[in-house]
């Protein structure tokens, strides 16, 4: 923040959080500038066809036809999504997980917005004082904030809109750049899984419809006839891996806050299944959308999952490559079976039908290689285009934060 204006002169906030604030600020509790209230029930009766957008802590999740608070408004969580807050331009329904904004003292709601969010860790740290996380807006209230009259606070609050428009759409465009590179990576993975790394190599029609052509020298192959179902008893000394629909199967055993989902663990592991390297193993629930992988060490998965063990010369870790193409993906949510997504299931019976088209394994483990070399490059680029985003949304909050608690000036230079 070294190229913005300070403010002439300071004074000693008396709050430790605040430190010093401009001298000419006021110094009050945060209900003197904004009081929230708790929202409300979404009533049973089908009303919901309506345009007024209904707000929860996340934000807009639908649209209702009554409001019940006036814009604008400010609102966040109550329970779920504590410290974000949502600006709200048109009348809307709150819902009654979120605290919503019902008088503003005739300050600048913009302006109150970005002092919110400059509060937002404060919010987590009053919604952890009960056991299940929650802000009670008495606790909050409470905090001392400082601010000044209201043509300046429209002024900053001019100054953020103009420069955190600009930071979010310099996100945006890495965001969008991410999104290309993946794009890039999933198709440099699909052409060598399925087409192999020779463009001038005779093609062959593989009469599996999802594949098309393949090279002329590739074999094709049912799943049954390169895995046969293995269940082999859990071994309490190995560690229990986790599979993602990611990144595959982890080849330690994850931390609880580690794991894609919060699950119970049973506390027999002879219950588990045992794997072994170059098993293939898949979440029946989730192999549609990707939860399978080539296992590297040996170890335990959830006795719900199954465990393919290759029946001959065969490398999982190109096989994983071949069933994560969205073709391939596609197929196995064609072959499982379940009234709706969430209870999709793929049987062993039905996995081991679906046909794939396998070069020798010289030629596999050759492909991977080229794989690994391509993806390393994109990988890394994605990395550095997400660490670029994270700084530059840590730059947005800490500027708001500046902004709000006077330790810049956004006042033009004749103020």
Known sequence: MSHYRRYPAYKDSGVEWLGEVPEHWQITSLKRAVVL?????????????????????????GTHDIAMARAPGVVTGRYGSIGQFTFVEEDYWPLNTALFSVEFHKNEPRYIWYLLQSLSDLF????????????????????????????????????????????????????????LLKEKRQALITRAVTKGLEPTVKMKDSGVEWIGEVPGHWRVERLATLYREAIRPGDPQLPVLSISIHDGISDEELAPE???????????????????????????????????????????????????????????????????????????????????DFRMRLYWEYFRDLKVCIPSVAEQETILSAITVATTRIDSLTAKTEHSITLLKERRAALITAAVTGQIDLRKETA
């Open 37 to 61: 209230q708790r929202g409300h029930d979404l009533p049973d009766t089908d009303r919901r066809t309506g345009n007024v957008p209904v707000v929860s802590s996340a934000g807009v999740i």
């Open 124 to 179: 987590i740290l009053y919604s952890t004082k009960s056991a299940i996380p929650g802000i009670d807006r008495n606790d909050v209230h409470l905090i001392d904030v400082a601010f000044p009259e209201r043509s300046e606070q429209h002024t900053i609050a001019a100054m953020l809109d103009s420069e955190t428009a600009r930071i979010d759409a310099l996100i945006a465009k890495k965001v969008h750049f991410i999104k």
């Open 258 to 340: 580690d794991r894609e989902r919060q699950v119970y663990q049973i506390e027999d592991r002879t219950k588990y299944k045992r794997v072994k390297p170059n098993d293939l193993a898949y979440n029946m629930m989730r192999a549609w959308q990707g939860a399978f992988g080539a296992v590297q060490v040996e170890g335990l998965v959830s006795p719900a999952y199954v465990v393919a063990e290759p029946c001959g010369d065969i490398n999982s870790a190109y096989v994983e490559q071949v069933l994560r193409t969205p073709m391939a993906v596609e197929e196995m949510r064609r072959y499982s079976r379940g009234i709706a």
